[in-house]
């Protein structure tokens, strides 16, 4: 019975023994994660620290709207107590996914936000180019060359054309030029002078921005330029009429007259050919021609421009032609 009982104890002894392994067995180990995890937390902290430093170096002064504050109200969307969690390093892994996402978008904005700098750069660049090469023209341009001979209006062997008669009839001018002025030269560079891609029209605007302000000898230059310039372009009817314009409220009623009547000669077709020929006959009466130099003049106009003018240019040249009496 002493031999059986012993024996009954070892039994026992190696079933609890067995039952213990097992339990031990089933017990979950692990080492990777255990290992694991520290790498991912520095990263996780290395990457905070060089997203802290963009933020601090692309908006400095700790703007509220890119930075959140230290202390918030609870996020609504947190998940209630007792629902599933994820592990510790999954956890990790996503705050790391997050910075880095972040870490991307600031790179190209900062890449974006360079190359719009840039451009900007290089269009004022341009642009600052392109107006000290005009102020520089414009401070070493002559003004007040020695114009054409003044233009005169007779009866020619074509009937309806206007002529200009030789040029022994045509008395010459004398060449004058503005005395230097600072205080003018600092009004003229005040004009603002357009750039675009169409220089001619620069050009015409320019001058008509320097005959608005009255600074004619000025005007004048820049519209002579237009028309040597670009004769073919639209532009060019357009600042040999407001050549002639500028001579014309500047008292130089020869130079007006031949101004206006070079713009019927050469651009017949021309946007502003019809002012010229109206305001040629305005300047052959400042000149004192004799009347039927006017009339023929608002014959013309009549004739070949009367759709391109405008009512009161009309019910002017009607007007004109019964005081003078023209047939």
């Known amino acids: 019975m002493l031999i059986q009982g012993k024996?009954?104890?070892?039994?026992?002894?190696?079933?609890?023994?067995?039952?213990?392994?097992?339990?031990?067995?089933?017990?979950?180990?692990?080492?990777v994660a255990a290992a694991d995890q520290p790498t991912v937390q520095s990263r996780v902290d290395r990457l905070e620290r060089e997203m802290r430093a963009v933020q601090r170096k692309v908006f400095p002064g700790g703007n509220s709207e890119y930075f959140a504050p230290e202390?918030?109200?609870?996020?609504?969307?947190?998940?209630?107590?007792?629902?599933?969690a994820s592990s510790p390093v999954a956890d990790l892994e996503g705050r790391v996914n997050a910075i880095e996402g972040q870490l991307a978008t600031l790179t190209g904005q900062v890449e974006t936000s360079q190359?719009?700098?840039?451009?900007?750069?290089?269009?004022?660049?341009?642009?600052?180019?392109?107006?000290d090469a005009r102020l520089k023209a414009l401070d070493n341009g002559t003004v007040g060359n020695g114009q054409p001979p003044a233009a005169a209006i007779t009866s020619g062997p074509a009937e309806g054309a206007l002529t200009t008669p030789s040029v022994?009839?045509?008395?010459?001018?004398?060449?004058?030029?503005?005395?230097?002025?600072?205080?003018?030269?600092?009004?003229?560079?005040?004009?603002?002078?357009?750039?675009?891609?169409?220089?001619?029209?620069?050009l015409y605007v320019?001058?008509?921005r320097l005959w608005n302000a009255k600074f004619y000898p000025e005007a004048e230059t820049q519209l002579k330029s237009?028309?040597?310039?670009?004769?073919?372009?639209?532009?060019?009817?357009?600042?040999?009429?407001?050549l002639g314009r500028s001579y014309l409220d500047e008292g130089k009623y020869k130079e007006a007259?031949?101004?206006?009547?070079d713009n019927y000669k050469k651009n017949p077709d021309g946007e502003r050919t019809a002012d010229s020929v109206y305001y040629l006959a305005a300047a052959l009466k400042k000149l004192n021609r004799p009347t039927q130099d006017v009339c023929k003049a608002y014959g013309v106009l009549t004739?070949?421009?009367?759709?391109?003018?405008?009512?009161?240019?009309?019910?002017?040249?009607?007007?004109?032609?019964?005081?003078?009496?023209?047939?």
């Open 7 to 31: 024996s009954n104890m070892r039994v026992r002894t190696m079933m609890v023994a067995m039952a213990s392994m097992a339990v031990l067995a089933a017990v979950p180990v692990r080492p």
């Open 257 to 261: 007259a031949q101004a206006f009547y």
């Open 71 to 84: 202390i918030a109200p609870p996020d609504q969307n947190q998940p209630l107590a007792g629902s599933p």
């Open 168 to 202: 022994a009839t045509r008395p010459a001018t004398t060449p004058s030029s503005p005395a230097v002025d600072t205080a003018r030269a600092k009004a003229v560079s005040a004009i603002e002078a357009p750039v675009t891609t169409d220089p001619a029209d620069d």
């Open 226 to 242: 237009v028309v040597a310039k670009y004769p073919a372009h639209r532009r060019a009817s357009w600042a040999q009429n407001l």
């Open 115 to 131: 190359h719009r700098l840039q451009l900007l750069e290089e269009s004022f660049a341009a642009y600052k180019l392109a107006t």
């Open 303 to 327: 004739n070949m421009y009367g759709a391109k003018i405008t009512a009161a240019m009309t019910a002017d040249v009607a007007k004109q032609r019964a005081d003078l009496k023209c047939s």
């Open 206 to 208: 320019y001058g008509f």
